[in-house]
């Protein structure tokens, strides 16, 4: 069974609106820890937000956010006010274990391609 | 900082051929990785280290072998090559203690023919 599920292979959204990212998650571990992260075609990975599993709050960085809802195991990136310059394949990945270890051990999701239109 | 280097940026390799894909960081971080991505397959772990001399297998190990004689350094090596091999890889780090986030090289291409 995939431990993380990204349903959405494409996603297209208009400039300046929002559009939310699917992401859902299986782990039988009570610590583990989520990440999103962007890659434009130029191919690096850039980090966007984290969600630790004990962590009350939902997080927020800039124009993205990270809308965790434990109980259903999801945790969708929100990103509000797109701009063309978001259009890249964004990948969902989870570390289980520890939450005060490293990331050495990413389970990533296959990725969903958000493209922008002006 | 550099933060974590990856070299070379892209590879031919034949059928058979054996390499090493260089990886360096200079942040001082425990913990490296390899990964490989496929078309439609996300990143997958090869192998990875939790400090210098300390290495493991990760999802997708057969055909790679790695070392870690350094914090600084993990090379990634290709014994075979095979046309399978064929991938773009990442290289990442990350240190520990809590949500920290896994920093990747620029990638390498490699293609095997």
């Known amino acids: 069974a995939q431990k993380i599920t990204q349903t959405q292979p494409g996603m297209f959204v208009q400039e300046k609106e929002a559009v939310t990212l699917d992401c859902t998650y299986d782990?039988?571990?009570?610590?583990?820890?989520l990440f999103w992260y962007k890659q434009p075609s130029s191919g690096e990975m850039i980090f966007l937000i984290y969600?630790?599993?004990?962590?009350?709050q939902n997080a927020t960085e800039g124009r993205y956010s990270l809308n965790f809802q434990k109980a259903r195991k999801s945790a969708n990136l929100v990103i509000s006010a797109s701009q063309l310059g978001d259009s890249a394949m964004y990948f969902c990945a989870m570390r289980e274990g520890s939450t005060q270890g490293g990331s050495e051990k990413l389970v990533f999701g296959k990725g969903t391609k958000l493209t922008v239109n002006p | 900082n550099a933060g974590v280097t990856q070299t070379p940026k892209f590879q031919v390799l034949k059928t058979g051929q054996s390499m090493t894909l260089q990886c360096a960081q200079d942040m001082n971080h425990e913990y490296m990785s390899w990964y490989r991505q496929d078309p439609g397959m996300g990143l997958r772990l090869i192998h990875y280290?939790?400090?210098?001399?300390?290495?493991d297998q990760g999802e997708v190990p057969n055909g790679y072998n790695v070392s870690r004689s350094t914090t600084e350094d993990f090379p990634l090596r290709l014994l075979s090559a095979a046309p399978s091999q064929t991938s773009v890889y990442f290289c990442?780090?990350?240190?520990?203690?809590?949500?920290?986030?896994?920093?990747f090289g620029q990638g390498t291409r490699l293609t095997v023919v």
């Open positions: 969600q630790g599993s004990y962590d009350q």
């Open positions: 782990t039988s571990d009570p610590s583990y820890g």
């Open positions: 990442a780090s990350s240190y520990g203690g809590g949500g920290t986030e896994a920093f």
């Open positions: 280290s939790v400090g210098a001399g300390i290495t």
